[in-house]
T-cell receptor, first 112, second 111 residues
Framework: NAGVTQTPKFQVLKTGQSMTLQCAQD?????MSWYRQDPGMGLRLIHY???????DQGEVPNGYNVSRSTTEDFPLRLLSAAPSQTSVYFC???????????FGPGTRLTVT | LAKTTQPISMDSYEGQEVNITCSHN???????ITWYQQFPSQGPRFIIQ???TKVTNEVASLFIPADRKSSTLSLPRVSLSDTAVYYC????????????FGIGTKLQVIP
């Protein structure tokens, strides 16, 4: 079991570029989410999904898009990167009816 | 979700027991209390979850008083490897759809 995987681990973008952060899980969890973590701050929820075809916004959704076409994958898209999106991004999954979340290793994104 | 308050930082010497208290005055009847641990450059990791009284696992204990307005995470005989940020979360199975972690408590274990 790989658990939760994220790619890439590191990425540098120029302002205005677009990219997709990948998240995949093999635990058959319905719930998946994306967080960002900035220095000295906790994790802030960007978007989440409670199942294939169902997504919703978290605390800080602006500038990010998501879709959920399969149970396994939950990509996060940055359509036009901005320096304010420089952060570490974590993907997480859980069984819908339990509180324990499983986190991926993170993607460190720098936007110049 | 119920708002939580916990100390920003704590220091402890190796071998001591560490207690981190979290306040959650507006906890709802069906809310559970969950603690996570995060090491630098890693995602948070689940430690323990409870509803009331005391829960113990191989890593920690969680003490919850009868009024459930606070909870205490207890780490026995900490080592340097326990240096991390610890987050307290409160919510029910449905309420966990939107989970916010707050700043957490940064525990520094001193040799």
């Amino acid at each position: 079991n790989a658990g939760v995987t994220q790619t890439p681990k590191f990425q540098v973008l120029k302002t205005g570029q677009s990219m997709t952060l990948q998240c995949a899980q093999d635990m058959n969890h319905e719930y998946m989410s994306w967080y960002r973590q900035d220095p000295g701050m906790g994790l802030r929820l960007i978007h989440y999904s409670v199942g294939a075809g169902i997504t919703d916004q978290g605390e800080v959704p602006n500038g990010y898009n998501v879709s959920r076409s399969t149970t396994e994958d939950f990509p996060l898209r940055l359509l036009s990167a901005a320096p304010s999106q420089t952060s570490v991004y974590f993907c997480a999954t859980r069984n819908t009816f339990q509180g324990e979340q499983y986190f991926g290793p993170g993607t460190r994104l720098t936007v110049t | 979700l119920a708002k939580t308050t916990q100390p920003i930082s704590m220091d402890s010497y190796e071998g001591q027991e560490v207690n981190i208290t979290c306040s959650h005055n507006n906890i709802a009847t069906n809310d559970y209390i969950t603690w996570y641990q995060q090491f630098p450059s890693q995602g948070p990791r689940f430690i323990i979850q409870g509803y009331k009284t005391k829960v113990t696992n191989e890593v920690a204990s969680l003490f919850i008083p009868a009024d459930r307005k606070s909870s205490t995470l207890s780490l026995p005989r900490v080592s340097l490897s326990d240096t991390a940020v610890y987050y307290c979360l409160v919510g029910g199975p449905g309420g966990y759809q939107k989970v916010t972690f707050g700043i957490g408590t940064k525990l520094q274990v001193i040799p």
